[in-house]
């Protein structure tokens, strides 16, 4: 195909709310709770540390391990991330390595084992599964970002409830709640397992955070475990107030250099990309409607969510961990986000295909948008007909040079669209 859409840098003018000093916020924030109630000398407490790629996590935990000690706690990290790392011990210390998080750097142990305990029976006959290692500390206390979900909908997304359930429910665990939101709502699994934990183990408190646009830290609050249910619903709404979002409601097709279990639950954002309920398409009252996606790369091997794209290059496929994509996929149940999408040899090839998908439109008039992933759109690239209903928008600034796409020689794009 010779003719391909030319593009121009937008730049999205996002809330740009962040934390200019973590630690001190967070030592603040945990001076609240009043721990020193709970916390005798020599007693353990289990900190959580999750998969996700979650702003200043190695301060924020480094930060909550210190404090505890000096309160006379022997504080240490349990990952708490259900069946990532192909739901295996070892797995899971290479999620926490990867980003960032070993002994040496948080200050403390790390105890990882996937064996759980069952801590009783929700009023639906649902066992409630909770990390065995946890389970054995004198006191857990819960950290994690509060956002939308990828998949569930209602008051209790991503958020420190969550992290006690399918987190800390390992494999076993969030495979069981995954299969009982196909016949009840998260929420209402939330509602009658929660509690179940919260009376059997001693759960002292959580730190919560939430990003701005950008995956900075915008908000950190601490939360006293009895107020997990009413903190964390007024902490989703201003995560959404602060999520950055694409700039159009109808595209024909995205371009996302990067996706991943650091970047997104499903390895791009169902909430920005509008499938969150289809893997296929937007469903009524969705935005954006997009009519393809095409995904150069995976970051940390863990590639679900690739099957939400209908197009992928070969690179991808090479860089992904199927055992790893496909316990993931099963787990969640949600097999098709771990199937494999058409894989071509290029960037120039991928996006040939995808220019196949447009219909009658010239691929010169495609309405064409780059992203690095949907974790970074403040600087996105946009074709001439994502422009023209750009002009009017005050929320956006559009650099005036349209230029052809960059392929190089061998038909490949830069590494990213912020470089080229």
């Known amino acids: 195909m010779s003719t391909y859409p030319e593009i121009a840098t937008v730049h999205q003018l996002f809330d740009r709310t962040k934390i200019n000093d973590v630690a001190e916020t967070v030592r603040d924030e945990l001076k609240t709770l009043n721990l020193e109630r709970h916390i005798r000398d020599g007693q ?77 029976e929700t009023s639906h006959g649902i066992p409630v599964h909770f990390d065995r290692i946890a389970s054995q500390a004198d006191h857990v206390f819960v950290c994690g970002r509060v956002k939308s979900h990828t998949r569930f909908d209602g008051v209790y997304q ?44 001693s759960v002292v ?38 999520m950055a979002r694409l700039p159009l409601d109808q595209i024909d097709i995205l371009i996302v250099d990067e996706i991943g279990k650091s970047i997104s639950g499903t390895g791009m954002d169902t909430n920005v990309i509008g499938r969150k309920h289809n893997d296929r398409a937007a469903v009524a009252g969705e935005t954006p409607a997009i009519r393809t996606i095409a995904v150069r790369r995976v970051v940390g091997q863990n590639a679900y969510g690739i099957g939400l ?36 040899p290029t960037d120039r090839l991928m996006l040939d295909a995808a220019l196949k998908t447009i219909r009658l439109k010239e691929p010169a008039d495609a309405r064409l948008i780059w992203i690095k992933s949907t974790r970074e759109l403040e600087t996105i690239a946009c074709s001439r007909a994502c422009l023209e209903d750009l002009h009017q928008n005050a929320a956006v600034v ?21 470089l080229h």
């Open 398 to 418: 559009i650099d005036r040079e349209q230029r052809p796409l960059p392929f190089d020689e061998e038909g490949n794009l830069p590494a990213s669209v912020l």
């Open 309 to 344: 794209a209908e197009f992928c290059t070969a690179r991808a496929i090479e860089e992904t961990d199927l055992n790893a994509t496909r316990i993931n996929g099963m787990t969640a149940m949600h097999t098709t986000a771990a199937m494999l999408p058409v894989d071509l």
């Open 44 to 120: 353990t407490i289990a900190l959580t540390a999750g998969s996700r790629g979650i702003a200043n996590i190695e301060i924020i935990l480094r930060t909550t391990v210190e404090f505890f000690r000096d309160l006379g706690g022997r504080p240490f990290i349990v990952p708490a991330m259900g069946s990532h790392g192909g739901a295996t011990s070892d797995g899971q210390l290479e999620v926490l390595a990867s980003l960032g998080l070993s002994e040496d750097r948080l200050g403390c142990p790390i105890h990882s084992g996937m064996e759980t305990v069952i801590l009783g």
């Open 205 to 242: 408190g959580g730190l919560a955070t939430v990003e701005n646009c950008s995956g900075e830290t915008a908000i950190v609050a601490a939360v006293a475990s009895d107020d997990f249910d009413s903190r964390q619903r007024d902490l989703l709404v201003a995560s959404r107030d602060l």
């Open 158 to 201: 991503s958020g420190l409830m969550k992290m006690l359930l399918n987190g800390l429910g390992n494999h076993e665990g969030a495979k069981l709640y995954h299969r009982a939101s196909a016949t009840l709502d998260f929420d209402r699994i939330v509602q009658t397992a929660c509690p179940i934990i919260l009376e059997k183990v």
